[in-house]
């Protein structure tokens, strides 16, 4: 059993595609995604209904909530104020509604899955640091939850009595059978991790194992659309470097 779980895609169609295109190679049995499919970029309508027509349960994200709304988005940067208020203005009543009714979290055997954190899912607390992983531990009781948010792969691995030891989140990786784990699976739209190629994560359950799929899409594209929208600069350059 196989299950693609991805994350982030923040309007970039192209990534999108080129991640569906990569799923054509793993083949997994199951998709999940969780969140954050609008923002930052230009097809935020095109990649709902993308993610849409998968079928499969689909998380919130907090730009997803905000598109949807019609509040203040003053405490956000720039980047991310404007590829907010240009989805509200792009994404249609009943595209936003349907953003309105996706779930927080989502339970599944052995696994729960959220788009930030388990600590107030619906505050989005962003897990930067082993504190902020190990505080996250305190509110998860299945041995795996995934998470996006920080678009950055990292795997915390929970420890008794200590700080949760983050490791790298390259390639394969074997999981330990009787360990809870709090697995980052990065962002297809938008990586934060120096490596600007979309990320997403194949997981085999029943094999405890991870593998990180990272795949490269047409970035100029994007960035040309970004531009053209009149978008922020930085919105477009951040796509090259992965940051
Ligand atoms: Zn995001």
Same mark, same amino acid.
Not at 35 to 62: F, H
Not at 128 to 141: G, I, K, R
Not at 156 to 180: F, K, M, P, Y
């Given at each position: 059993?196989?299950?693609?779980?991805?994350?982030?895609?923040?309007?970039?169609?192209?990534?999108?595609?080129?991640?569906?295109?990569?799923?054509?190679?793993?083949?997994?049995?199951?998709?999940?995604?969780?969140?954050?499919?609008?923002?930052?970029?230009?097809?935020?309508?095109?990649?709902?209904?993308?993610?849409?027509?998968?079928?499969?349960?689909?998380?919130?994200?907090?730009?997803?909530?905000?598109?949807?709304?019609?509040?203040?988005?003053?405490?956000?940067?720039?980047?991310?104020?404007?590829?907010?208020?240009?989805?509200?203005?792009?994404?249609?009543?009943?595209?936003?509604? !349907?953003?309105?009714?996706?779930?927080?979290?989502?339970?599944?055997?052995?696994?729960?899955?959220?788009?930030?954190?388990?600590?107030?899912?619906?505050?989005?607390?962003?897990?930067?640091?082993?504190?902020?992983?190990?505080?996250?531990?305190? !509110?998860?009781?299945?041995?795996?939850?995934?998470?996006?948010?920080?678009?950055?792969?990292?795997?915390?691995?929970?420890?008794?009595?200590?700080?949760?030891?983050?490791?790298?989140?390259?390639?394969?990786?074997?999981?330990?059978?009787?360990?809870?784990?709090?697995?980052?699976?990065?962002?297809?739209?938008?990586?934060?991790?120096?490596?600007?190629?979309?990320?997403?994560?194949?997981?085999?359950?029943?094999?405890?194992?991870?593998?990180?799929?990272?795949?490269?899409?047409?970035?100029?594209?994007?960035?040309?659309?970004?531009?053209?929208?009149?978008?922020?600069?930085?919105?477009?350059?951040?796509?090259?470097?992965?940051?």
């Amino acid at each position: 059993m196989k299950w693609a779980i991805f994350s982030d895609i923040h309007g970039n169609l192209e990534a999108l595609e080129a991640v569906m295109r990569d799923m054509e190679i793993t083949k997994p049995d199951k998709l999940y995604c969780m969140g954050d499919i609008v923002g930052y970029g230009t097809n935020s309508p095109e990649c709902l209904e993308a993610v849409r027509a998968l079928g499969c349960p689909v998380l919130r994200g907090n730009h997803d909530e905000e598109a949807a709304l019609d509040r203040p988005v003053d405490n956000y940067s720039l980047p991310a104020r404007a590829g907010m208020l240009l989805a509200r203005k792009q994404l249609s009543h009943e595209q936003k509604a !349907w953003l309105s009714s996706l779930p927080y979290t989502l339970e599944l055997p052995g696994v729960t899955l959220v788009h930030a954190s388990l600590h107030d899912p619906t505050e989005f607390i962003y897990i930067l640091d082993a504190l902020l992983a190990t505080s996250h531990f305190e !509110w998860q009781s299945k041995a795996y939850c995934f998470h996006g948010h920080t678009h950055v792969p990292v795997i915390w691995r929970h420890e008794d009595n200590e700080l949760a030891q983050g490791l790298a989140a390259r390639g394969v990786i074997e999981l330990e059978a009787n360990r809870h784990y709090n697995i980052n699976v990065g962002s297809v739209g938008q990586p934060r991790d120096f490596d600007p190629r979309a990320s997403y994560v194949i997981f085999e359950p029943e094999e405890h194992r991870i593998e990180y799929r990272r795949v490269e899409y047409p970035v100029e594209i994007t960035q040309r659309k970004i531009l053209l929208a009149g978008l922020p600069t930085a919105t477009a350059a951040r796509l090259a470097v992965g940051r």
